[in-house]
């Protein structure tokens, strides 16, 4: 019998009663859940699945992930609400590919554990399971596990076997409105527009903490998954332009929002000041950090290598820094606009050049930073591993 997986907490208790009612079948779990979104939060759900069906000794097989052939299914249904006609399709997209594989193993039965969840409507699940397997020839197996106290017995289990317990349903649409109402934001669907600079997200560190729980009990350790709280923020948008002409730059993580318009009245080697004391911005390769703090040594005069001198200021790829208290990088940029504006200083950064001194004598420079913080009862529930001695 081919059994649809759906996550581990609803694996535990449907499993292992579906192996005490029929000891004589093989069972084989199918994990097609295209569904999940992100792809990371996809990955923790697959991977304690496994560990789930591996404990029991039955066979586990996954499915594509093929995200976008569930959007398309969807497409139309984004404002359904849970239970509504969204979930149908996506019921029917995730079991009939599981009688597809049943009938590719030569199987003649299947099931789901999505009949284990008490979110999950049964009627529902039972028409669209059952129209399946009339078109195919095969038998879909009906249980009703939540019966007499199931339900209990089977949160009750996966805690036991301390399984990874997810807090909503997998779709990016039925997220957005579970959050909507707990007034907090869907932040693991909001994607980095900074790259590597943004700190990981809250679904990024859960299966960080799950391949790490993996990697453990592989060697034989026991290890335990306990939710902690992060902050976490992500830049939403953001720049610096010079008229129309966009100027290659990088913003601090955990910069608070920051509009600016403001003329440059200093400027040199890379480092601007504005008229207004609002914020600093420095221009730089797009490509190269290190040329970032080159460029602040060679302004501070600083020599060598160690970063001693820079006092608390994260130099790492930036910048628009509004709290800035380096009073003497404005007076030391404020010099170097000086000589800027007496040659024709360009400052190279990376594939584009600025003419300095033409910036310095009409600039207005405009800096934006929209970014979103989340507090941490909003967000975050990552999970981290701890090892029982
Ligand atoms: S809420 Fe759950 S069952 Fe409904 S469409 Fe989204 S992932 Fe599927």
Redesign the pocket.
Known sequence: MIVHICCSVDSWYFLTRLKEKYPFERLIGFFYNP??CPRSEYLSRMIDAKRCCDRLGIDFLEGEYDMDAFAKA?RG?EN?P???A??A???EMRLERTAKEAARLGEKRFTTT?LMSPK?DLRQLEVVSKEIARARDLKFVFEDFRKGGGTQAAFALAREKDAYFQNY???A??LIKQRDAQGKIAVELICSIDGAKNAATAADLRLKAICERARRENEGEKTRLYKTKIMEWRLLSGGLTYGQTPIACDIAPYSASLAIKSRLVGVGKGVARFEKAAGFVVARSVADSANVRAVLRATLGLGGDSDSGLGNVDITPIFVVDDLTLSDLMLESVKNADNAACGSTTVASGDLSYDMSSLVSNAVITATIVSAFCEAESLATEFATGVNS
């Open positions: 569904n999940i969807a249904l359904e849970e239970k509504g969204r979930c399709t996506c019921f999505l999950k349903c997998g779709c649409w039925g």
